[in-house]
Structures are given as structure tokens and as C-alpha cells.
């Protein structure tokens, strides 16, 4: 989509009064200080600034299992094409869609999952964290072997038999009965042990090792440190730039956070129970949004900002893992891994105020602009005194309890109201970022002389 519309636009600078811009000489350019002059194109830029922001988009993300059943009897053309593009379009694109648009949320996502796969680390002895994600993540499927296919039970510790089975005979799996994702609170560490792969296994099934995440992570880096030091030469940078330093800022702590987490893996661990139920009844149930669509979607969303969208699923009643699956977190765990990342989103977008008094080919893009500076620093804001509020300790502030009940509410009401007008602002900057190559400033062609930063005589 991207290329797409920067194609468009290059294509109609060419012919544009931009054209001479583009075909600038060093001759052409401006004399910053003493520092000689080096020349960049404008294609430079835009490939530098698009292939960071796909890795901050696209490779950064780590999401969850994708369990589908598979079909014995697919064609051809249901293989190799109509199946891929039901997946990319029914998940990889939407989320690649919400890393664009909404990044602090990818970021808050991350960081849910980490705290909750430190805490299953800590149940299970001998697990890493990678363990953790792997269970969160939809890596644990339960199936249900075919009616007449013997199974013997998994002994536990004490010798008394367990729900989980072993099937046995002659069948295809392809007769297994997928159920439903399993949880920590479903299997004991008994079983755990038996079935759980090991670290190395654990590795294997990751589409990614440690090296290509430190590659992605060098990349993303050096754009951030080749952005600080065109601040300190006194060079402007484009608002494509800008854009992409706020993505790049928040990829370096997604990837932290999602370190350990294996990525794109496609297959779970298959774990076989014969009878109907499927989890124990030790935790409370699904949470109802409300009575009507309106008060539903309004919980929804707000459920989906703060987090808290895992308490209105059932995990008996899903044949795959949520997308933005990570576990039911205490409130004090959530609203704390909730709080920074949302702390980030006000620093992304005051990133983006860097360009406020840029020049913009109109007057409309400036005020555009300015708005959604605006609109994307103070919603994230209205978070932040909302996960600060639910961090404090029950019964530090009952003094002030009505007062912090009406604030509660009207910051909640807020941020569900406002929501569309964050992502009309993200939308509006990626618009204008790519609108305003048309008219780029001499000193925008200017590449940093590194040598000034290297101390000689």
C-alpha cells in the first residue's frame, strides 16, 4: 500500500514543479558550516525510511499461532494460492495493519506477554521464558483422537492415570478432532515435562534466530543515530525521517520485550484428551461487554486500549488463539505493563512534533499536521493517568475516592471516544510524510560527513 502510493507520487513529481529538486547537484546545495558537502537522492531517503519502517511493521512482530485444520483434499490452487492469501489477508495483514497504525499497541502486546511468560517461567522448573511465549502463544493444542483409536492415559507422579492420553493404532492424523488452544491452568507440570519441547526444539520451530533479530535491531539503530547526528550538523530532516524515528524508537523496546519469543510458528504441540471437557473450572469466566451493540463496542474498545480484552474470551470456545492473545494478567501486572508503553506513545508523539515548524507545501497539511501531533501525544496521555491510577495500592487514596472514580471514568469515556481520531492522525502524518517529497528543502540532500565526529588533527 505504501509503495504504492509513494510510486504515485514520485511518478507525478517527475513531472511536477518539483522535478529540479529531485536532480539536485552539489553544486546546488547550500554550504552547511565547514562541513563538505556530500549529495543524497531523494530515492535514498524514501528506501531508507520504507525498509526501517517495515522492519518495525512487518519483521518486528511476533505474532501468535495461527492454528488452522488442515484439508486432506485441497486442490492445487486452493494450495499455492487461495489458502496463502486467506492467511495474509485474515491475519498477517491486519496485523501489519495495526503495527502501522497503532504501534504503541504492538509495543503493549509485547510487553504483557513478556510479564506473563516471566510469571509461567517461574510455575514451571527448567523452563526460559521462550517456554513462557510458547505457551501463551497458542504453542499447546488440545485433539481429540478418533472414536475408536485405543490411547493409554499419561501417568502422573502418584501412578494415577491423567485426562491427557497417548492415542495408539493405525490412523492419520489428519483424523484428529482439533479442540481448542491450551493454557498453563489446563495441564500439570507433569505432563509439561513429558510433552514440552526443549530449548533447542523450542529454537527450531522459530523463523528467526538471534542473529537476524540483531541484524533488524543494528538497522533500526542506525537509523536512529544517523537521525541524532543530522540534529547536531543543523540538517533538516524530511517528516518521512520523523515518521520513521518514532517507529524506530518504539521497535527497539517491541524487540527487547519479544527477545525470546519464537516467531511465525505454524505448527503447536498436539496433546490428546477423549473426553469433552476440555479446561478445569478454577478461574472466573468470559467478562460481558454489555447488553446492547452500543455499550459492547464501547467496552470493547476500551477493553481493547487498556488491555483487558483477554477477560471477554473463552478459550474452550476458540479454535485458535486470539491474535492479541497474552493471558489474564492481574489488574496491577496489566495496568503496569500497560503504563509504559503508553508512556512511549506520548514520546512518539511528541517525535513527530519535531517537524511542527517545518515548511509544508500548504497551509492545510501544516494544520494537519499539527493536529495529529496533538491528537497523538495527548490520547496516549489520557492512558497514562489511567494505568497510573490503577497501579496505585487499594486504599492509598479513599480520601479521594469519588473524585478519582469521576476522573477514571471520564478519561475512560475519552479514550473510547477518541480512539478514531488517534488513527485518522496516524493516517494524516504517513499522508503528508510521503505528500511533502515533493518539495523537500536543499539542505534535506545534505548527508552527514561522518568525520567530523571522528576526533583528528
Not at 297 to 316: A, C, E, K, N, P
Request: proline share 7%; net charge neutral; glycine share 8%.
Amino acid at each position: 500500500m505504501l509503495v504504492l502510493l509513494l510510486g504515485y507520487y514520485l511518478a507525478q513529481v517527475g513531472h511536477g514543479e518539483a522535478g529540479p529538486i529531485l536532480s539536485l547537484e552539489p553544486r546546488d546545495l547550500p554550504s552547511y558550516g565547514d562541513q563538505s558537502i556530500n549529495s543524497r537522492t531523494t530515492w535514498s531517503i524514501v528506501w531508507s525510511c520504507l525498509s526501517t519502517i517495515f522492519l518495525c511493521t512487518w519483521v518486528a512482530v511476533h505474532p501468535n499461532v495461527t492454528f488452522r485444520r488442515e484439508n486432506p483434499n485441497m486442490g492445487r490452487f486452493e494450495k499455492w494460492l487461495w489458502d496463502p492469501l486467506q492467511e495474509f489477508f485474515r491475519y498477517k495483514l491486519i496485523l501489519f495493519l495495526w503495527a502501522l497504525l497503532v504501534p504503541e499497541y504492538i509495543l503493549a502486546w509485547a510487553a504483557r506477554q513478556y510479564i506473563r511468560a516471566g510469571e509461567i517461567q517461574k510455575e514451571v522448573p527448567g523452563w526460559t521464558r521462550g517456554h513462557g511465549f510458547f505457551m501463551i502463544m497458542g504453542g499447546f493444542h488440545l485433539f481429540r483422537p478418533p472414536a475408536l483409536a485405543p490411547y493409554v492415559a499419561l501417568p502422573l507422579g502418584s501412578k494415577s492415570p491423567s485426562a491427557f492420553v497417548l492415542p495408539g493404532g493405525n490412523y492419520s492424523r489428519e483424523d484428529e478432532v482439533p479442540v481448542c488452544p491450551i493454557q498453563i491452568k489446563d495441564i500439570s507440570i507433569e505432563i509439561l515435562k513429558i510433552v514440552a519441547p526443549t530449548e533447542a526444539e523450542l529454537k527450531d520451530k522459530g523463523k528467526s534466530d538471534g542473529l537476524t533479530k540483531l541484524i533488524v535491531l543494528v538497522q533500526t539503530l542506525w537509523f536512529v543515530i544517523q537521525c541524532i547526528a543530522r540534529g547536531l550538523r543543523d540538517l533538516p530532516l524530511t517528516e518521512l525521517e520523523i515518521v520513521t524515528l518514532a517507529y524506530a524508537m518504539l521497535n527497539l523496546f517491541t524487540f527487547v520485550f519479544w527477545w525470546d519469543k519464537p516467531r511465525n510458528v505454524e505448527c503447536p504441540v498436539r496433546l490428546y484428551k477423549p473426553a469433552m471437557r476440555v479446561h478445569a473450572n478454577g478461574d472466573k469466566g468470559p467478562r460481558k461487554l454489555g447488553n446492547n451493540w452500543f455499550t459492547a463496542t464501547f467496552f470493547r474498545v476500551l477493553t481493547y486500549v487498556v488491555g483487558q480484552q483477554d477477560d471477554s474470551v473463552d478459550i474452550v470456545e476458540v479454535s485458535s488463539i486470539p491474535m492479541f492473545w497474552s493471558g489474564r494478567l492481574e489488574e496491577k501486572s496489566l495496568f503496569g505493563a500497560t503504563l509504559g508503553p503508553a508512556i512511549l506513545g506520548v514520546v512518539f508523539g511528541i517525535i513527530h512534533c519535531i517537524a511542527w515548524s517545518s515548511e509544508f507545501p500548504s497551509a492545510i497539511q501544516a494544520i494537519l499536521w499539527h493536529v495529529s501531533c496533538i491528537a497523538m501525544t495527548l490520547i496516549p496521555l489520557v492512558l497514562v493517568c489511567i494505568c497510573a491510577v490503577g497501579r496505585v495500592p487499594v486504599g492509598t487514596l479513599d480520601e479521594y475516592g469519588p473524585w478519582i472514580k469521576l476522573l477514571v471514568i471520564g478519561c475512560s469515556t475519552t479514550l473510547a471516544l477518541t480512539s478514531w481520531l488517534y488513527i485518522a492522525g496516524r493516517i494524516a502524518t504517513l499522508v503528508i510524510a510521503l505528500t511533502t517529497l515533493r518539495s523537500l528543502p536543499p539542505g534535506a540532500f545534505i548527508s552527514v560527513d561522518w568525520t567530523t565526529f571522528i576526533p583528528h588533527i
